[in-house]
């Protein structure tokens, strides 16, 4: 959803392909900015709201209570409602905020700053559940284009877990054809062919051409993750615990030294995504 009128703000869902749900217009209201879903787990329904309020006023402040209320009288047993209200939960001022989610039987769960500077600290990205014990973890994660942080709730709702497996991968390009070619044909494939079970005779021809294969074909082990994006690879893995190591760095000596060698590396690993991305769609294309 686009702010009107206005440059900035807009709020975006992005939902995963297998999930099924339902957007709700019908509790999107003039003058505030949130989405709300509808999404379904098997024979159960969650009602997920997300806000973004640039500075909060008494009108907002109103506007967020009513459609809080609109949107529990639905009749769902599960809400969670997300977002960017800009009001400090870390200090005596989100108060008003925190009786809005009181009276609508919310919990905020959130406890961490969600923006850290080397001058001050913030919660400003919260998570409020209707239903705490639907709640397994809920943590804040390293900043990725800015300074602010990702917060996310894991909930008791589950899908099938998909699990990741090996796969053999070969190089056909660099295969030997000669040294295969010779193999075959000095083997005596009769010791084979001519035995009493011909069951044991194809699986003994069948090792034969996979140990030579393998031979004269080189060949890795990779492990396939289905839950990864395409263009994830393992050296994009490694520049995100190093971001992680040095972000964590960062927090625990507030110097500028360390800082600055967050920033670089979250830079370093923003450009090696975008260039990844770049080659995976070329590669698509052709």
């Known amino acids: ?13 992005y939902i995963k392909h297998n999930l099924f749900f339902r957007r709700r217009t019908d509790l999107e209201v003039p003058g505030l900015e949130t989405l709300w879903i509808d999404i379904t787990f098997y024979n159960k329904h969650i009602l997920l709201g997300i806000f973004y309020v640039a500075r909060m006023t008494d009108t907002l402040y109103q ?13 769902l047993t599960d809400c969670i409602i997300m977002g960017d209200f800009n009001v400090n939960f870390l200090t005596g001022h989100h108060t008003r905020l925190h009786d809005i ?5 919310l919990t905020q769960i959130v ?18 559940v209707s239903r705490q014990s639907m709640v397994i973890n809920t943590d804040v994660l ?3 284009y800015s300074d602010r942080h990702s917060v996310y709730v894991q909930t008791t709702f589950k899908l099938p877990h998909r699990n990741s497996y090996k796969r053999l991968i070969w190089d056909h390009s660099s295969i030997n054809k000669t040294a295969i070619t010779s193999d075959f044909t000095s083997f005596n494939w009769d010791s084979l062919i001519y035995q009493d079970n011909i069951h044991q005779s194809c699986e003994d021809i069948t090792t034969k051409i996979r140990e030579t294969m393998c031979k004269y074909t080189p060949h890795k082990v990779v492990t396939v993750r289905l839950n990864d994006k395409p263009w994830m690879n393992g050296h994009i893995r490694r520049l995100m615990r190093r971001r992680d190591r040095a972000h964590n760095k960062a927090k625990s000596t507030n110097t500028s030294d360390h800082w600055k060698i967050y920033r670089d590396t979250k830079n370093l690993l923003i450009d090696t995504i975008r260039q990844a991305k770049r080659k995976y769609d070329d590669n698509m294309c052709r």
């Open 142 to 144: 390293p900043p990725f």
């Open 1 to 13: 959803m686009d702010r009107a009128g206005d440059r900035g703000g807009g709020i975006v869902i």
């Open 63 to 75: 506007l967020v209570d009513d459609n809080i209320s609109q949107a529990l009288d639905n009749n």
């Open 101 to 105: 989610f009181n009276s609508n039987g």
């Open 111 to 128: 406890s961490k700053p969600t923006r850290i500077t080397p001058t001050c600290s913030t919660l400003l990205d919260l998570i409020s």
